[in-house]
């Protein structure tokens, strides 16, 4: 065992029973909107130790501005959070100096992008920039950095690893890249993986490769993972739990099959009446009429409102808060649900 | 059940055919200022047919050379090699004006309503514009044609005077469409048209795509990468892998018996949104290879399960499985006696899809109420 692994052997020891990661009723803002407007509201997430949290939406449901204030990474002074907490493991990130995070991040919690391009730097080599890290966070040499940063690369499957450290990012394929970063982001055994759009630019084919890496390398390390997407599929793929947001709002959240078998918000049934499938044709898809607010146009009342067929006078007065439903940790914000007894109700 | 319900079964083997394609051939590149001289060969002898108002898909990854092959039967890039009649017509002998006058009945809609419509011009003008060129309506008539063309895609007519910047994604594709559908093509081709839409808009163009397509009678080339959507939409699909169709077939045989090993890792690649479905994907290893240089013999050998000494020195020809299904593979009886794929049949959860009908039948209620939302 070499210095980096006994390092990293001796942080894993944290306790199951805390999340790794715990937002709760975070609020978010833009400078440039309107007083009132947060384009994340009251957002509450938790992942535990080796699981994966999918947080799944449309474009500017804050799915991202969300994974990018856990990161400390928001920017400034466009956007700041005006409410809420974000702990990880016990720590409250938001208190944190912006040293203390750099300290943090690339080590403990790390972040992937759906375009490695813009994460890599590239006028280094992909061993330099993994080395880097390792260096950086683990006070070790460069030799040990190098050879972490080769062994990383075999872990991500990068075939030849030991001459791909010397390779720069355009000489390697969309794929290939995806790994470098993924080798970049765990090379200090992170205990959090945010992963934003990871597999959206790849092909199929490409995205399956990847998607089964993730899933190998979060078995073999205990890494906590939060993955965000808008691809109904690959949550349903690795997700354990599942958090669906609408703008800016998490409007369902519970166990993956329980969000698959048993949608229950009107805007999750319209995700899922959207999709095609791969089996016979099942009729005409159900799709959401309309499109996503803008946030100048975000409601204080049930945003979804302006876009749902079994909207009442209480959606467009009064916020449905996310309440339980019967046993476990199903919650869904909507007064309506279940839609299938509104019918027989007097509206 | 809706009108779209009805067309999609598979269509009658005895339809004309539309379009036809024969050997096409298109080349990029061979730049020698930096020293290089592989060109690209983006397709590389393809022939396709489509049938008068069938939709045909194309399916395959990036590089594939999907829309580059879309392109040239279109004629909007000139192929090096082969053939293309529509209607009978060849399109290859035609001059540029006869081929302007043919551009009436051939349309294209792109993946990117950002790029593809003019930002100075208003939506007006941009329908406008085909409706005039190809004589459709003159003078004062042309504004009731544009008015119409907007209430076909479900926008009202006072959207005739914005401008793109001051639509959504989801709206700017409806304009894209209506100004494709203004000059009544009889052949519409879709370069990924909805990919770069969010779900729930996809969902939208593509039941208005084939509501048109019903109602309009025309004949839809649907060119895109997402398995589901062309599962969903399309009759017969053609699997393309590095400038070449590998497989080819009606969409229900192709999803459920794919032949080509290629199909079969493509279909086993695609997520499915069900957690019960989950499974471990019998993963396709590596990256496809470069265009530029193309394996020999098949060129799918490099990656498949299946390769053999054969599969890298002889290149497979298509051969017909039955009527209207062809294969180029040189082992697919051999592969498909050992039932290398069985597909996952997977249906949604009983409450998932009653909560579906609920959901679908709210919207229909609600919509003819007049409560209906602007897309």
Redesign the interface.
Same mark, same amino acid.
């Given at each position: 065992m070499g210095v980096v692994e006994r390092q990293v052997a001796d942080r894993r020891d944290v306790s199951a029973t805390v999340p790794v990661l715990d937002v709760s009723d975070l609020a978010i803002r833009f400078a440039a909107h309107p007083p009132g407007i947060h384009v994340a509201d009251g957002v509450s997430l938790s992942v535990g130790p080796g699981k994966t949290l999918c947080v799944v939406g449309e474009s500017g449901c804050g799915k991202s501005i969300v994974s990018l204030a856990v990161m400390g990474l928001l920017p400034k002074p466009a956007a700041t959070v005006t409410a809420g907490a974000v702990r990880f493991e016990g720590r409250d990130l938001l208190a944190l100096s912006e040293h203390a995070l750099a300290d943090l991040r690339g080590d403990r919690m790390a972040m992937i992008f759906q375009e490695p391009m813009t994460a890599l730097n590239p006028a280094f080599t992909i061993g330099d920039q993994i080395a880097e890290s390792v260096v950086r966070h683990r006070n070790c040499s460069q030799a040990q950095g190098r050879a972490r940063a080769r062994d990383m690369l075999e872990r991500v499957r990068i075939p030849a690893a030991a001459t791909r450290l010397d390779a720069y990012p355009h000489e390697m394929s969309g794929g290939m890249r995806q790994r470098a970063m993924i080798a970049m982001a765990l090379a200090n055994d992170p205990t959090l993986l945010i992963a934003d759009e990871p597999t959206t630019a790849l092909d199929v084919t490409i995205q399956a490769q990847i998607l089964a890496l993730i899933r190998q390398l979060q078995t073999e390390s205990g890494t906590a993972v939060v993955l965000v997407t808008h691809d109904l599929g690959v949550v349903a793929e690795v997700a354990d739990e599942v958090a669906v947001m609408y703008a800016g709002r998490v409007v369902e959240r519970g166990p993956v099959a329980d969000i698959f078998d048993d949608p229950q918000h009107p805007y999750t049934i319209g995700l899922l009446g959207s999709m095609p499938g791969l089996g016979k044709r099942l009729g005409r898809l159900a799709a959401i009429p309309g499109s996503v607010p803008p946030p100048e146009a975000f409601s204080s009342a049930c945003r979804f409102a302006s876009r749902c067929p079994f909207v009442t006078a209480r959606c467009t007065s009064e916020r449905p808060p996310l309440r339980a439903l019967g046993v476990g940790n199903h919650r869904v914000a909507c007064f309506e649900a279940p839609v299938e007894t509104i019918s027989g109700r007097v509206r | 059940?809706?009108k779209?319900?009805t067309a999609?079964e598979q269509s009658p083997p005895l339809r004309p055919h539309i379009l036809e394609a024969e050997g096409i051939v298109k080349q990029f590149g061979s730049s020698r200022l930096f020293g290089r001289s592989d060109p690209v060969r983006a397709v590389d002898g393809v022939s396709l047919q489509v049938r008068k108002g069938e939709r045909l898909a194309i399916v395959g990854?990036?590089g594939c050379g999907k829309s580059t092959l879309g392109r040239c039967l279109l004629r909007l890039i000139e192929a090096d090699a082969g053939s293309v009649r529509f209607e009978g017509v060849d399109l290859m002998a035609l001059d540029d004006k006869a081929m302007r006058q043919r551009r009436k009945a051939l349309q294209i809609v792109f993946q990117d309503p950002y790029a593809s419509l003019n930002p100075r011009h208003t939506v007006a003008t941009l329908i406008g514009e085909p409706i005039r060129f190809h004589g459709i309506a003159k003078g004062r008539d042309v504004a009731d044609h544009v008015a119409r063309m907007l209430g076909l895609v479900g926008l009202p007519a006072a959207y005739a005077s914005r401008y793109p910047h001051e639509f959504?994604g989801?709206?700017r594709q409806r304009i894209a469409i209506a100004r494709a559908l203004a000059s009544g093509p009889r052949l519409l081709v879709g370069d990924e048209p909805v990919s770069a839409l969010?779900? @729930?808009? $996809?969902? #939208?163009i593509?039941?208005l795509l084939?509501d048109l397509g019903s109602e309009l009678g025309f004949t839809l080339v649907l060119i895109a990468?997402n398995?589901?959507?062309i599962?969903?939409?399309s009759e017969r699909v053609a699997v393309m892998y590095l400038g070449e169709i590998v497989e080819f077939a009606p969409a229900?045989a192709l999803?459920e018996t794919p032949l080509h090993p290629y199909t079969q890792?493509?279909?086993?690649?695609?997520?499915?949104?069900?957690?019960?479905?989950?499974r471990q994907?019998a993963?396709?290893?590596g990256?496809?290879p470069s265009p530029s240089r193309p394996p020999s013999g098949c060129r799918f050998h490099t990656r498949c399960a299946h390769a053999r000494a054969r599969c890298s020195s002889e290149r497979p020809v298509s051969e017909t499985v039955e009527e209207g299904r062809s294969v180029s593979c040189h082992f697919w009886r051999e592969i498909a006696a050992a039932g290398a794929s069985a597909?996952l049949?997977?249906?949604? @959860?009983i $409450?998932? #899809?009653?909560?579906?009908?609920?959901?679908?039948d709210?919207?229909r209620?609600?919509?003819s109420q007049g409560g209906?939302?602007?897309?």
């Open positions: - | 059940m809706t779209a319900d999609p990854e990036s959504s989801g709206q969010d779900v @729930s808009i $996809q969902a #939208q593509i039941n084939e990468h398995l589901a959507v599962r969903h939409v229900d999803f890792a493509l279909i086993a690649s695609a997520p499915i949104a069900d957690p019960a479905a989950r994907h993963l396709l290893e990256d496809p597909p049949a997977f249906t949604p @959860s $409450q998932r #899809q009653q909560r579906i009908a609920v959901f679908a709210a919207l209620q609600s919509s209906s939302i602007t897309p």
